[in-house]
């Protein structure tokens, strides 16, 4: 059978399009998950940001001010859907506070699409010294606050209406060591992977799809003391095949592509973004 261009233009743009969606994003008043924000909204997506201080930031209600008076379309469809940005303080570690931020979304939106969790922190210690309560709190953030925050989205909004988008950012240390210092971060990426790959499995009959990205380093909060040193970066760069370390950009990019229906047919996956970092020895 011929398709008509018309047919597949539609057809593509609606691929694309992530326009009246939306999307709650851990960790968003900073770095990769305040960079997928902006994406998001510039696509026509609301945006639900939750972290700790989560409304202090005011910066993304700004841009999508700026969006608004500059009247810019839609950047991956012709909808004129005009997005709500809004910011609701998380502890995502504490169950009391994700049912908390569940109850204030449903007074303001009908349900959630896609969820991003970008929430994550690091705390370096060597291995021998490395003391159980940082690693409790590493583990806390990075592996038990994206379980309970694609849970209870699961639950109350993407199991019911079939259909879901999660994407989990994880780091290649989830799949590669670093030197030292790294050994719950390493540990709780590596788990990451793993609940992407086992909730893309439990979760498929509902129409969900739960993939996630694995940067090498992008410089933020989380890792600015060390990237500002011209030795250390000289050092990552060297090994990295493309030359350079990642671009928030670079990593919006993927989250575009796995919460768009594009990759509707890509699930349980770890993408790296990593200029090649782990395809070299
Ligand atoms: N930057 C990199 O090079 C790189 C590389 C690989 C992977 N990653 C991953 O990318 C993700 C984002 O990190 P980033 O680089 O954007 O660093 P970031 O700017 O420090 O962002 C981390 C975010 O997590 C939030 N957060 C921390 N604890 C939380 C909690 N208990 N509840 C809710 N939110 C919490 C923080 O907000 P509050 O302080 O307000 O809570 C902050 O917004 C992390 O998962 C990180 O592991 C980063």
Redesign the pocket.
């Known amino acids: 059978m011929n398709e008509s261009a018309q047919s597949v233009i539609k057809k593509y743009k609606s691929l694309f399009s992530l326009s009246g969606k939306t999307a709650l994003i ?9 960079e997928i924000a902006k994406a998001f909204l510039l696509c026509g997506t609301n945006v639900i940001i ?5 409304g ?1 930031d005011r910066s993304l209600n700004k841009f999508l001010s700026e969006i608004k008076q500059d009247n810019i379309t839609s950047l991956c469809t012709e909808s004129d859907f005009v997005p709500q940005v809004i910011s609701i ?6 169950e009391d ?1 994700v049912n908390d931020l569940l109850e204030k979304i449903t007074e303001k939106f009908s349900t959630i699409e896609i969820l991003v ?6 705390i370096l210690e060597p291995a021998c010294d490395y003391s159980i309560n940082s690693f409790e709190s590493v583990l ?3 592996v038990k ?1 994206m379980f309970l925050l694609s849970r209870e989205v699961g639950r109350m909004f993407m199991i019911p209406q079939k259909y879901g988008r999660i994407v989990n ?5 989830g799949m590669i060591g670093a030197s030292e210092n790294y050994l719950a ?1 390493c540990t709780s ?1 590596g788990a990451v992977n793993m609940f992407t790959k086992q909730l893309a499995c439990e979760w498929g009959k509902y129409g969900i799809t739960c993939n996630a990205i ?10 600015k003391d060390q990237l500002d040193d011209p030795e250390f970066r000289k050092y990552l760069v060297d090994r990295i095949p493309l030359c350079r ?2 671009k928030l950009e670079d ?1 919006s990019a993927a989250a575009l592509y796995f919460s768009s229906d594009l990759a509707s047919f890509v699930t349980g996956q770890v993408l790296c973004v990593d200029g090649g970092l782990t395809s070299r020895q």
């Not at 939750?50 to 989560?54: H, V």
Request: aromatic letters at 4%; a positive charge; proline letters at 4%.
């Open positions: 851990s960790g968003a008043n900073s770095g990769i998950g305040k939750c972290s700790r201080t989560a202090k303080p998380c502890d995502i570690t504490d506070s969790n970008s929430a994550g922190i690091n806390d953030v990075n606050g950012i994880s780091s290649v240390k971060y990426k694995a940067p090498t380093y992008v410089r933020t909060n989380i890792n370390i990642g990593i």
